[in-house]
Every structure is written in structure tokens, then in C-alpha cells.
């Protein structure tokens, strides 16, 4: 009993200390540049085959494409960009989950954050799940005083990430640890949108 209780306490400094760690950024595995691009020659049976893989779980190329299309397509980003403002534009409301203290100082806490810039380029980043079916946003954790606060919102690229082979809507970090799995996400450390744009897996969502 005395060593369950150990190891639980074990875990969970383990867990506090990963909250300041940048987990999710540019690696040797994990990289920006040297992608090469697919829209250019792209073929209808390239299209297919890209889109296939992108089913089976190798979003690649498929997010290499719609990150493209974006660039490209002045209609497609226009449509996306008016989506995007709508949803930005909108006013933020912090309704208190209780009528006690501790309720209206958390809502009055979290109302704080959202009206920092930062909020705002949240929003924005979170929003690039409309053309891709998800986003993620690191949080970067200031915990030098009694609460523990973000300081920051780090965009994460979305080829940063797999889904488990085995559960699909299992969203993983990909790392050289693990190649094909990946390596699991931790709590309270990541911002993950899926609009659902349509039902189904959120491979698809996009």
C-alpha cells in the first residue's frame, strides 16, 4: 500500500514537471522544412491514392496538400478565412460552473486569460481545423506562482501528430521513440479542435 502511494506521487511530480516541458515542438523527426510539395504534377490517381493513405492513418501528404491548397487557391482560402473571422469575431462569455467563491473567482480567472492577446491567437490557430479536421495548440505553463497559468499557446503543426493505428481517434505525438505509434498526449498540455464537419473519423474531417 505505502509503495502504491509512492508511486502515485511518483507520477504525479512527473506529470506537474512535464507541464513547463515543450513536448510537442521541431525535432529530427518532427520537421518544417524539406517536405517537398504534392500539388505540384498532382494526377487524379495520385489524389486517389493520397487520400487513401490519408484514410489508413498516413496524413502526410493529405495535410501537406490542404496546407498547399491554402497557399494557392485564392477562393479556397478566402471561404476559410471568412469562416475563420466569423468564428473569431464572435463575442467570448464565461458562464461560472456555481453560485460559490470558488466558482465565480475560477470563472473571473479563466475571463482573465481570455482577454489576453494570446486568446486571440488561439482562436486563430485553432481555427486551422477547418481545412485539416484538427489543430493543436501546446500550452506552455507558467508555474512560478501560486496558480499556475499559460503563458503561452504554441501552433503545432499538424503532421506533428498520428493516430494510434489501432484506435483512430486516438491523437498521438510522433517521435522517434516510437514511429508508429507514438508517444500519448498528456493531460492538461494540449488544445486539440475537431469541428466535426462531418460525422465519422476526424482523419476524414477535413
Not at 1 to 15: A, G, I, L, P, T
Not at 49 to 54: E, R
Not at 129 to 147: C, F, H, P, Q
Request: aromatic letters at 6%; a neutral charge; proline letters at 6%.
Amino acid at each position: 500500500m505505502v509503495e502504491m502511494v509512492r508511486n502515485k506521487k511518483s507520477q504525479k511530480k512527473q506529470e506537474t514537471q512535464t507541464l513547463s516541458l515543450e513536448l510537442a515542438g521541431p525535432t529530427a523527426v518532427r520537421h518544417l522544412w524539406g517536405r517537398g510539395s504534392v500539388a505540384s504534377g498532382l494526377t487524379p490517381q495520385r489524389l486517389a491514392n493520397l487520400l487513401k493513405s490519408a484514410a489508413e492513418g498516413d496524413t502526410e501528404a493529405y495535410l501537406t496538400l490542404a496546407e498547399e491548397m491554402e497557399e494557392r487557391d485564392p477562393h479556397y482560402s478566402s471561404v476559410l478565412r471568412t469562416r475563420k473571422m466569423a468564428v473569431a469575431s464572435l463575442p467570448v462569455t464565461v458562464v461560472a460552473g456555481g453560485e460559490d467563491s470558488r466558482a465565480q473567482q475560477c470563472a473571473q480567472d479563466i475571463h482573465r486569460l481570455m482577454e489576453a492577446p494570446d486568446f486571440g491567437d488561439l482562436v486563430d490557430n485553432a481555427l486551422d481545423a477547418l481545412g485539416k479536421g484538427y489543430s493543436v495548440n501546446e500550452i506552455m505553463w507558467d508555474r512560478t506562482g501560486v496558480k499556475w497559468e499559460p503563458k503561452a499557446y504554441r501552433w503545432r503543426d499538424p503532421r506533428f501528430f498520428l493516430f494510434h493505428p489501432e484506435h483512430p481517434e486516438d491523437m498521438r505525438i510522433v517521435d522517434e521513440a516510437d514511429p508508429i505509434h507514438g508517444l500519448s498526449m498528456p493531460p492538461y498540455k494540449f488544445i486539440v479542435h475537431q469541428p466535426r464537419l462531418k460525422s465519422g473519423l476526424t482523419l476524414r474531417g477535413g
